[in-house]
């Protein structure tokens, strides 16, 4: 085909994999993307060339469930039509379920079981695929704690626990308000698309349209939307990553937007920290552990200098990675004892509010209940408030007291967690539970795997 026709062919591929607007999108740069329209494109990529044997390596991980739905839709599709295979690396056993016709499982480079997707999924023989059945987030019901299996990657034995009412992470989480920690009133963004010189042939795109939140304090505050639904536009214009067009952000009292008190902004800004979506890339790779942890108490002064080591090894210790790992560069861990830094490392700033965005959508279900435990045990120990992003609905399911559900910028609904998940009142959040790849039956019937709590 020539350059007309392959640009037509683009488009329309990438209006195939959910891109709005494809006809302008095709003409931005990576940048510009969000990280789950980014793998929106490197499938349609991969669809170009109308290839025989399809290979996709984790294709869902950052998308939400309606996107998900439609790539996995249009996989089994080609797959159907053209005759053509799919080899489909995943951690997400709800997509398993829904979509594979035959299972392998792989442990530490050994095949330790293969057979048909109801065969394995049923009735696990090997006790890897036990352990990681019984770690799926169930989707029917609320549990207090996620079953964390011994078979996978562990903490390090034999860690002391700081104890939080006297050490010097716990000095500032005694606080008395009891009322609204967040409060976000008509927050609006929007980024131009199309660049010009005069105002009026310009196009935008609204991030965030008049956005209304309340989060109290020690709650878990869910956010979930579709992939540039504008999630974690609000979570970087809470952190002071992104200045809003309009709009209120006000944290225990204190105006984000505008306000000409510099230091109470500092101040108040200090109170937050984020654990950001990929651990890979979060971590500076040539500063140890050390540095990487220590870097904001020492930046802030939060503590005399010659305290900094020992805090900085209690943090590493309670996170359960134990001291030892500070003298390591970020390459020696694996995705999920990253994401174990990078919560020590927003821990070390003493937060009232942790945002976390996305923060176990690269890890498996093993290593993800592992993160999500610690991270329910950090706030009951300190009394933490955390707004949560994902677009996996189990989880927040299990997370969450209160949930917000996003779409093109817009809050459509916003309810408590067990309201939402049972009686949805708006027709995008029934469709988005409707969507939701069911591991339930199979999750009942791994009781018999060895877990502990």
Same mark, same amino acid.
Do not use: W
């Given at each position: 085909m020539n350059q007309k026709q392959a640009s037509q062919y683009a488009v329309e591929l990438l209006q195939q994999v959910g891109i709005p607007e494809a006809e302008i999108r095709i003409k931005q740069f990576p940048h510009q993307f969000s990280g789950g329209m980014r793998q929106r494109v490197v499938i349609a990529i991969a669809l170009a060339g109308k290839p025989d044997l399809i290979i996709a390596d984790e294709p869902? *991980?950052?998308?939400?469930?309606?996107?998900?739905?439609?790539?996995?839709?249009?996989?089994?599709?080609?797959c159907r039509e053209r005759n053509v295979g799919c080899l489909l690396v995943t951690h997400d056993m709800g997509?398993?379920?829904?979509? *594979?016709?035959?299972?392998?499982?792989?442990?530490?480079?050994?095949?330790?079981?293969?057979?048909?997707?109801?065969?394995?999924?049923?009735?696990?023989?090997?006790?890897?695929t036990k352990s990681l059945i019984s770690a799926v987030p169930p989707s029917d019901h609320k549990i207090d704690r996620f079953p964390l299996v011994e078979y996978i990657e562990t903490t390090e034995k034999g860690l002391k626990p700081i104890d939080v009412s006297t050490h010097w992470l716990g000095q500032s989480q005694r606080h008395e308000n009891k009322d609204d920690l967040l409060v976000i009133r008509d927050l609006n963004l929007r980024f131009i698309t199309r660049d010009a010189l005069l105002a009026r @042939?310009?196009?935008?795109?609204? =991030? *965030?349209?008049?956005? @209304?939140?309340?989060?109290?304090?020690?709650?878990?505050?869910?956010?979930v939307g579709e992939s540039g639904s504008g999630k974690s536009t609000?979570?970087?214009?809470?952190?002071?990553?992104?200045k809003p067009d309009s709009g209120s952000i006000n944290f225990d009292g204190t105006e984000l937007v505008d306000n000409p008190d510099r230091e109470a902004v500092k101040r108040a800004r200090l109170q937050m920290q984020m654990v950001f979506q990929n651990p890979y890339s979060s971590l @500076?790779?040539?500063?140890?552990?050390?540095?990487?942890? =220590?870097?904001p108490i020492i930046f802030h002064r939060l503590t005399p200098i010659d305290q900094v080591k020992q805090i900085v090894g209690d943090l590493l210790d309670h996170v359960g990675l134990g001291r030892q790992a500070g003298r390591?560069?970020?390459?020696?861990?694996?995705?999920g004892q990253r994401q174990r830094i990078s919560i020590a490392r927003a821990l070390a700033s003493r937060p009232r509010l942790l945002i976390c965005d996305e923060p176990t959508s690269a890890l498996d279900v093993?290593?993800?209940?592992?993160?999500? @435990?610690?991270?329910?045990?950090l706030q009951d120990e300190l009394g933490l408030t955390m707004l949560f992003i994902s677009h996996d609905l189990p989880v927040i399911?299990?997370?969450?007291?209160?949930?917000?559900?996003?779409?093109?910028?817009?809050?459509?609904?916003? =309810?408590?967690?067990?309201?939402?998940?049972e009686h949805p009142q708006d027709p995008y959040s029934a469709e988005l539970l409707n969507l939701m790849p069911r591991f339930d039956s199979i999750y009942k019937n791994s009781a018999t795997a060895t877990v502990t709590e």
């Open positions: 869902t *991980t950052a998308l939400d469930v309606s996107v998900q739905d439609q790539i996995l839709s249009l996989i089994k599709d080609l997509v398993i379920a829904s979509v *594979t016709d035959r299972i392998a499982v792989m442990y530490r480079g050994k095949l330790v079981e293969i057979g048909t997707t109801a065969q394995v999924l049923s009735d696990p023989k090997h006790e890897y @042939n310009r196009r935008y795109l609204q =991030a *965030t349209s008049n956005v @209304n939140l309340s989060i109290k304090q020690g709650e878990t505050f869910g956010l609000i979570a970087r214009m809470v952190a002071g990553l992104q @500076n790779g040539r500063m140890k552990i050390d540095d990487i942890i =220590a870097e390591k560069y970020p390459h020696e861990f694996s995705g093993s290593v993800q209940a592992q993160i999500l @435990n610690l991270l329910k045990d399911r299990q997370m969450c007291d209160h949930v917000a559900i996003m779409r093109h910028g817009k809050i459509l609904e916003t =309810a408590e967690s067990e309201t939402f998940f």
